[in-house]
């Protein structure tokens, strides 16, 4: 495991994925301490210790000490933003994108000039209006949701389109 602080941009990188530590408490990281990386698989796991001051010159660390609090602040923190950003999803609205997208891709069908027949320029007509349905069908039908929608653009509960 690679892990890397950078406690003035309250930094965490643990195995090249960052984290910007924005929910998580990392008040416990020393004041003097500027970064500090750590590697487990290199030599049986060290790493260096960055002071503020460079002055004080840097440690070389043989184990992670405190500084192991900072795996479980990078998971706790990647929840926390996880549950904050679902928090701050409307569902709905997303929805209501994609059905946009949807019909905006199915114009054409419609057109005077089409290459369809009547009978798939009707086919197309239904799952169209079915599109625009969406939002009163989310509503009526209790087994279905915008979130399940929105999580999932191939739930059987968009309409299909015709072939």
Same mark, same amino acid.
């Given at each position: ?61 043989t184990s992670l000490g405190i500084y192991s609090q900072a795996i479980t602040d990078h998971a706790a923190e990647k929840l926390a933003q996880a549950n904050a950003y679902e ?12 059905? !946009?997208?949807? %019909?905006? *891709?199915?114009?054409? +069908? ?5 290459? $369809? ?10 799952? !169209?209006?079915? %599109?625009? *349905?969406?939002?009163? +069908? ?5 087994? $279905? ?19």
């Amino acid at each position: 495991m690679k892990l890397q602080i950078v406690s003035e941009d309250n930094l965490i990188i643990k195995d090249n994925e960052p984290i910007f530590i924005t929910h998580t408490d990392i008040s416990w990281i020393p004041s003097d301490v500027w970064a500090v990386e750590w590697d487990s698989e290199k030599n049986g796991g060290e790493g260096i210790i960055e002071y503020r001051e460079p002055a004080k010159g840097n440690d070389h660390i043989t184990s992670l000490g405190i500084y192991s609090q900072a795996i479980t602040d990078h998971a706790a923190e990647k929840l926390a933003q996880a549950n904050a950003y679902e928090t701050s999803r409307n569902h709905l609205e997303e929805v209501r994108r994609w059905r !946009r997208a949807l %019909l905006n *891709d199915s114009d054409w +069908t419609q057109n005077a000039d089409s290459p $369809l027949n009547s009978s798939k320029k009707s086919e197309w007509a239904v799952y !169209r209006q079915e %599109l625009r *349905d969406i939002p009163e +069908t989310i509503a009526s039908t209790p087994s $279905l949701s915008a979130k399940a929608l929105a999580d999932d653009f191939s739930h059987s509960g968009w309409p299909t389109k015709p072939s």
